[in-house]
Every structure is written in structure tokens, then in C-alpha cells.
T-cell receptor, first 117, second 111 residues
Framework: NAGVTQTPKFRILKIGQSMTLQCTQD?????MYWYRQDPGMGLKLIYY???????DKGEVPNGYNVSRSTTEDFPLRLELAAPSQTSVYFC????????????????FGPGTRLLVL | DAKTTQPTSMDCAEGRAANLPCNHS???????VYWYRQIHSQGPQYIIH???NNETNEMASLIITEDRKSSTLILPHATLRDTAVYYC????????????FGTGTQLKVEL
């Protein structure tokens, strides 16, 4: 399994441009997440999905949109890029431990580094 | 989700045990303790989790106090590759729940 893959690895955007960050997982996980990490800080949840066709907002959803048409893919869309969106974006997917209530492991992708100028 | 408190940084000699503490005094009965780590510039990596019993896997051991207000992650034989930021996270079980990452503990393993 490739696990969680993200593209691109790095991107520079001009203010007002749009782009889509791609995320794909091949582990048949129902749950998928998008986080952002600003320099020296922990990760913050942007959006998440509990299955195909179902998405919900996290802590910092403003300026972003998501869709989940398949189990494997969970793209993140930036419509009007702003300097405040300069960050590293991580996608994750997860499953529930069988026979162990409450257990969940989130698997993270390598990240996309975005610079908005 | 309960808030956690971790030291900002710790050092450990290679080959020795690394003991990383975490305080979570407001933890609720249905909240689990999770540990993740992030090696420089990479995505976070799951290490271990537990509810109230001590847990051990191939990577580490997790010791949770009887009152569940604190825990310790133990890396039994730290190597240079264990140098990373370690995050202690407390949250309810089940899927579809966010992981609330604080600033974690920067562990530096030295020769």
C-alpha cells in the first residue's frame, strides 16, 4: 500500500489565485481529514469526512472547500488564496481498531507546502 | 477535549530510555490518551494510545496514572531517529474526531 499520498509537494500561489490540493489513500479508510500547520505550531483541523458524500467543518474552515465523491479521494480547494493560508497542509485517513472501543489510528500524508505571495 | 500540558523540550542520550510526561488533569472518563510524533517536516506518526491500562507496542510503552490525570510515554532505547516533536492528545474514542495538536515536546536524542 502507498498509504496516504498528497500532491503537489510544494506550490507558490499569487494572492487571489485558486488551487486544489489532492489527497488519496489506498487503505479503504472511511475517515479522512485535512489539517494545516503553521510554523512552530501544532496542527489545526480544516475539514473532515466520515465517508463518501459526507463532509464537515473543523476548527479553521474559512477560505477552504472540500468534497468526497469516492472513498479514496479527499481534495481540498482554495478559491481565493491569501497570505494567511501560507502553511503546510496534511491529509490523514483513519480506521477504528476492531475489538478495542475508541481506538483510532490516523495515518498522515507527507504534506503540501504552500506559499502565498 | 481535555487540555494537555507537556514540557517544551527534553534531551536524551542514545540507547537510554526517554520518558516523556504529559499532564491531562481535566480528562473525562470516556477520553483516551494518544501519542503521535512528528519527525522534522514529515506528517505526524501514530505511536500508541490507551484508556486507563498501561499499554506497550513495538514502538513504546504508555504508563497512565491510576487517577488518569497524567501519563508517560517511554521509548525504551532511544536512537537518533527518535528525535522528533512528541504530541500527547486526549480525546474521545471513535472515528471522525479531530486530533487537537498542541505544541508538543521536542525530544533531542544525542550521542
Amino acid at each position: 500500500n502507498a498509504g496516504v499520498t498528497q500532491t503537489p509537494k510544494f506550490r507558490i500561489l499569487k494572492i487571489g489565485q485558486s488551487m486544489t490540493l489532492q489527497c488519496t489513500q489506498d487503505m479503504n479508510h472511511n475517515y479522512m481529514y485535512w489539517y494545516r500547520q503553521d510554523p512552530g505550531m501544532g496542527l489545526k483541523l480544516i475539514y473532515y469526512s466520515v465517508g463518501a458524500g459526507i463532509t464537515d467543518k473543523g476548527e479553521v474552515p474559512n477560505g477552504y472547500n472540500v468534497s468526497r465523491s469516492t472513498t479514496e479521494d479527499f481534495p481540498l480547494r482554495l478559491e481565493l488564496a491569501a497570505p494567511s493560508q501560507t502553511s503546510v497542509y496534511f491529509c490523514a485517513s483513519s480506521y477504528i481498531f476492531s475489538g478495542r472501543a475508541g481506538g483510532e489510528t490516523q495515518y498522515f500524508g507527507p504534506g503540501t507546502r504552500l506559499l502565498v505571495l | 477535549d481535555a487540555k494537555t500540558t507537556q514540557p517544551t523540550s527534553m534531551d536524551c542520550a542514545e540507547g537510554r530510555a526517554a520518558n516523556l510526561p504529559c499532564n491531562h488533569s481535566t480528562i473525562s472518563g470516556n477520553e483516551y490518551v494518544y501519542w503521535y510524533r512528528q519527525i522534522h517536516s514529515q506528517g505526524p506518526q501514530y505511536i500508541i494510545h490507551g484508556l486507563k491500562n498501561n499499554e506497550t507496542n513495538e514502538m513504546a510503552s504508555l504508563i497512565i496514572t491510576e487517577d488518569r490525570k497524567s501519563s508517560t510515554l517511554i521509548l525504551p532505547h532511544a536512537t537518533l531517529r527518535d528525535t522528533a516533536v512528541y504530541y500527547c492528545i486526549v480525546r474521545v474514542g471513535g472515528g471522525g474526531n479531530k486530533l487537537t495538536f498542541g505544541t508538543g515536546t521536542q525530544l533531542k536524542v544525542e550521542l
